[in-house]
């Protein structure tokens, strides 16, 4: 077991100091989010996505379970929030909103980080298998939600297919079943770009915080907040029990799975008009609120 603060200060502080940075540079020139959250969305996630299965080297079981458990954890979290809305009755916007908070989870541009220093490259590994799984459900029922709180059904389904990182999961996929190797040029853009992806999302991050108030409905920001970092953990541990998950693996996905919410849900509602300023004040409140749920479940972890 590693102590709380020693699990803070190694681990987490880095990822902080990047965002607060960025929330300085903000203040000074103000800075576009729009442009930084396009270039994620449309270049850097993709790539990173679609070079880390093409080159991953995982087992096919191993990497079965970590996809089952980042989809069953999305699953039960997608459950739990539209009963949470439907229970406190919610309006469509806010509902979207909600769901969408509870669900997304920040097990890229703060789950990649936090697994590389805590668990090395073949935490890394595992947690970009586990991400890709989460980014597939960000681009697809994530872009739906975000567009279901102003667009219509079939406008919010057509957004789905405008994304590009589902066809880039595919298509890494393909590479590697195959084992084909890519051209030295292409293979080097790629890896370039893919490693633009976190420190991008670590800005976006640091932007949406920046110009995020929490001031009203307090009530649904606490209670998404306190879903995605007390529920989802205990879902975790019993999905990783259920699943037969030990070692690494089962660190590195319980850690994922316990993440607070993305910096993607505030990107998506930005992009495709859904309830931005409710998705980022829960993003703030859940990310300020990791450094004491991480750092615990760290403890334990490692």
């Known amino acids: 077991m590693t102590s709380f603060l020693g699990v803070a200060y190694n681990v987490l502080s880095p990822i902080f100091l990047i965002v607060g940075l960025t929330v300085l540079l903000d203040r000074r020139f103000t800075l576009d989010p729009l442009v930084f959250s396009r270039a994620v969305v449309y270049l850097f996630s993709p790539c990173l996505v679609f070079g880390g299965i093409a080159r991953s080297d995982l087992k096919a079981d191993e990497l079965g379970l970590i996809v089952a458990m980042a989809a069953l954890s999305s699953v039960l979290m997608a459950l739990i929030g539209w009963g949470e809305a439907l229970l406190l009755r919610f309006d469509r916007k806010l509902s979207s909103a909600f769901v969408l908070s509870v669900v997304l989870v920040?097990?890229?541009n703060y789950g990649l980080p936090l697994n590389d220093f805590a668990f090395g490259r073949a935490g890394m590994q595992r947690a970009i298998v586990f991400f890709v799984m989460t980014a597939m459900i960000s681009n697809t029922l994530g872009v739906y939600l975000a567009s279901r709180g102003m667009a219509s059904v079939r406008r919010s389904l057509q957004n789905v297919l405008t994304v590009p990182l589902p066809y880039?999961?595919?298509?890494?996929?393909?590479?590697?079943?195959?084992?084909?190797?890519?051209?030295?040029?292409?293979?080097?853009?790629?890896?370039?770009?893919?490693?633009?992806?976190?420190?991008?999302?670590?800005?976006?991050?640091?932007?949406?915080?920046?110009?995020?108030?929490?001031?009203?409905?307090?009530?649904?920001?606490?209670?998404?907040?306190?879903?995605?970092?007390?529920?989802?953990?205990?879902?975790?541990?019993?999905?990783?029990?259920?699943?037969?998950?030990?070692?690494?693996?089962?660190?590195?996905?319980?850690?994922?799975?316990?993440?607070?919410?993305a910096a993607m849900a505030g990107v998506l509602a930005t992009e495709f008009g859904g309830d931005a300023e409710f998705t980022t004040a829960v993003v703030l409140v859940s990310t300020l609120a990791s450094i004491i749920s991480l750092s615990v479940l760290l403890s334990f972890l490692i």
Do not use: E, H, Y
């Open 168 to 261: 880039a999961t595919v298509l890494g996929f393909l590479i590697n079943i195959k084992g084909v190797t890519l051209p030295l040029p292409l293979d080097r853009a790629v890896t370039l770009l893919g490693q633009a992806a976190v420190p991008g999302m670590l800005i976006v991050l640091g932007l949406q915080l920046s110009r995020t108030s929490v001031k009203g409905r307090m009530g649904p920001i606490l209670l998404a907040t306190v879903t995605r970092l007390g529920v989802a953990p205990l879902i975790a541990f019993l999905l990783a029990a259920v699943l037969g998950l030990s070692g690494l693996t089962r660190q590195v996905t319980i850690i994922q799975a316990s993440m607070s919410t």
């Open 106 to 108: 920040n097990a890229g």
